[in-house]
């Protein structure tokens, strides 16, 4: 059973520029989760898709932006690209994205923005 | 809110050593923890999920418990390996949602 794939790997980007992040789930794998990873502030919580909807959020400003299409691959958006979102973004399915669901992460996209 | 943390920041150990890695939680209403491992630039590895209505879970080497009550869990891994060698990290799940809580990460050393 193929793992969680992102892509793409490694992005390099400028100041105000926008980028799109793409996530392909374990197959029969409905939820989608997204997470930013810094040294200085370690993972936090982007957003968790299910079902094509946005069920959870956490304290990131609107120029993250996800969806998630009908089977189940999850895309993210930063607009207006800053210094601070230099980063490794993660996604990571469950099944139903529910609390007793084990979480399975990607090997992740590594941001620059120069 | 619930915040993680974990101690020490990083551990270096000779091969063949126990070791405990640590978790604790300020929240100890939490549905299920897990740890994860992390290899420099990669993405994280599930290594062991512990419902809250367990008290451990054990995976080869690997043995996590869990003591809500006190807000702690334990990371116990035997005969240390240089492959061993990793950051990590244990997450907690507050509310009936996917959303995983880390703690900031223990980096582990194993010297052959």
């Known amino acids: 059973k193929a793992g969680v794939t992102q892509t793409p790997r490694y992005l390099i980007k400028t100041r105000g520029q926008q980028v799109t992040l793409s996530c392909s789930p374990i197959?029969?794998?409905?939820?989608v989760s997204w997470y930013q990873q810094t040294p200085g502030q370690g993972l936090q919580f982007l957003f968790e898709y299910f079902s094509e909807t946005q069920r959870n959020k956490g304290n990131f400003p609107g120029r993250f932006s996800g969806r998630q299409f009908s089977n189940s691959r999850s895309e993210m958006n930063v607009s207006t690209l800053e210094l601070g979102d230099s980063a490794l973004y993660l996604c990571a399915s469950s099944l139903t994205g529910t609390a007793d669901n084990e979480q399975f992460f990607g090997p992740g996209t590594r941001l620059t923005v120069l | 809110k619930q915040e993680v943390t974990q101690i020490p920041a990083a551990l270096s150990v000779p091969e063949g050593e126990n070791l405990v890695l640590n978790c604790s939680f300020t929240d100890s209403a939490i549905y299920n923890l897990q740890w994860f491992r992390q290899d420099p630039g990669k993405g994280l590895t599930s290594l062991l999920l512990i419902q809250s209505s367990q008290r451990e879970q054990t995976s080869g080497r690997l043995n996590a418990s869990l003591d809500k009550s006190s807000g702690r869990s334990t990371l116990y891994i035997a005969a240390s390996q240089p492959g061993d060698s990793a950051t990590y990290l244990c997450?907690?799940?507050?509310?009936?949602?996917?959303?995983?809580?880390f703690g900031q990460g223990t980096t582990l050393q194993v010297k052959p």
């Open positions: 197959s029969g794998h409905r939820s």
């Open positions: 997450a907690v799940i507050s509310g009936n949602t996917g959303k995983l809580i």
